[in-house]
């Protein structure tokens, strides 16, 4: 029997990744990308590709403090936005897409893109439903 090399082991533990099983680590990546807030800001960093904490609270309207705190970590955490903090007073905190975060943005655009394009459409569908279907 051979011994499997180290890029052998990774690149078979990347071909098992099936986020249908539930150990499966990408199940946690889909739970994080699919949140609403990492959504919006990575279509938020879209352009201009670098936005002030500031900048990025006010294109997010409605998102707490906290929330927008939260979200901007994880995703450094997972590589997909670099934080950057420049000394001045008062101090300026940018965040720039990585590579990473650039490849998923193009699909963020386009789940955005879609439920603004059809959210007349499932209104509708949400009245009819609920005529069909009284409580």
Same mark, same amino acid.
Do not use: H, I, N
């Given at each position: 029997m051979a011994t499997a090399t180290a890029g052998e082991k990774r690149a078979q533990a990347k071909a098992?990744?099936?986020a249908?099983?539930?150990?499966?680590p990408s199940r946690r990546l889909l739970e994080r990308i699919?949140?609403?807030w990492v959504a919006l800001v990575l279509a938020a960093l879209d352009e201009p590709r670098t936005l002030?904490?500031?900048?990025?609270?006010?294109?997010?309207?409605?998102?707490?403090?906290? *929330? =927008? /705190?939260? $979200?901007l970590?994880?995703?450094?955490?997972?590589? *997909? =936005? /670099?934080? $950057?903090v420049t000394p001045t007073v008062p101090v300026t905190v940018t965040y720039e897409l990585t590579e990473l975060g650039a490849s998923l943005q193009g699909v963020m655009h386009g789940l955005k893109a879609w439920a603004e394009g059809h959210?007349?459409?499932v209104l509708r569908n949400r009245e009819q439903y609920d005529r069909e279907r009284p409580t």
């Open positions: 098992d990744y099936d249908f099983l539930a150990g499966c699919s949140d609403k002030r904490y500031s900048e990025l609270s006010r294109r997010l309207a409605g998102v707490s403090q906290k *929330m =927008l /705190t939260q $979200t970590r994880s995703l450094e955490r997972d590589g *997909m =936005l /670099t934080r $950057t959210m007349d459409e």
